[in-house]
């Protein structure tokens, strides 16, 4: 199984909704990763966390909260979101002893 | 900030060889060359990465100057499904390594 698997792959939240991105991947990849991408924009990394714990928080506001919860599974809580927010969101892993990620296919946010 | 220079966009004909150039002159000894690419659409997909020497896999070469301060990678016969956005990426290896995207290549191949 080589596959990063990211549900839900559609989200309309309102800006007073609480909602969660799920990542998974049976890989054994030690590294997992959060990516925001805006429209015709290359992905912007957010999160990283190394052996499920958080190694880099790129000065992400705090409506957004990554959460690692064994070494399969990364969560991205929202919270309070803005329209501004609306965006592909990335997950990726890798093995840890090397940079081959694998990415998701991504969940589309919409915050209206 | 992305470490790599690339030109933003790049056409190739159909069954062609596409060569697409990456500057990456502040590059650091223990940094490695990664390319990924991405289909409009859908999460970026790893291609091929390097240190020093020259690699090849079933997607592509990839041809690193000897000074490192440069790099080609080379998708030997392009298709219309090779049509993406490229991207050079310098990283460290391992846990250390986070991919910092640059804008990329956006490659364009033409029947």
């Known amino acids: 199984d080589t596959e990063v698997t990211q549900t839900p792959k559609h989200l309309v939240m309102g800006m007073t909704n609480k909602k969660s991105l799920k990542c998974e991947q049976h890989?054994?990849?030690?590294?997992m990763y959060w990516y925001k991408q805006k429209a015709k924009k290359p992905p912007e990394l957010m999160f990283v966390y190394s052996y499920e714990k958080l190694s880099i928080n790129e000065s992400v506001p705090s409506r957004f909260s990554p959460e690692c919860p064994n070494s399969s599974l990364l969560n991205l809580h929202l919270h309070a979101l803005q329209p501004e927010d609306s965006a592909l969101y990335l997950c990726?892993?890798?093995?840890?002893?090397?940079?081959?990620?694998?990415f998701g296919q991504g969940t589309r946010l919409t915050v209206v | 900030d992305a470490k790599t220079t690339q030109p933003p966009s790049m056409d190739c004909a159909e069954g062609r060889a596409a060569n697409l150039p990456c500057n990456h002159s502040?590059?650091?000894?223990?940094?490695?060359v990664y390319w990924y690419r991405q289909i409009h659409s859908q999460g970026p997909q790893y291609i091929i990465h390097?240190?020093?020497n020259n690699e090849t896999n079933e997607m592509a070469s990839l041809i690193i100057t000897e000074d490192r301060k440069s790099s080609t990678l080379i998708l030997p016969h392009a298709t219309l499904r090779d049509t993406a956005v490229y991207y050079c990426i310098v990283a460290l290896g391992g846990s250390q390594g986070n991919l910092i995207f640059g804008k990329g290549t956006k490659l364009s191949v033409k029947p």
């Open positions: 502040t590059i650091s000894g223990n940094e490695y």
């Open positions: 990726a892993s890798s093995p840890g002893w090397n940079t081959e990620a694998f």
């Open positions: 890989m054994g990849h030690r590294a």
């Open positions: 390097g240190l020093k």
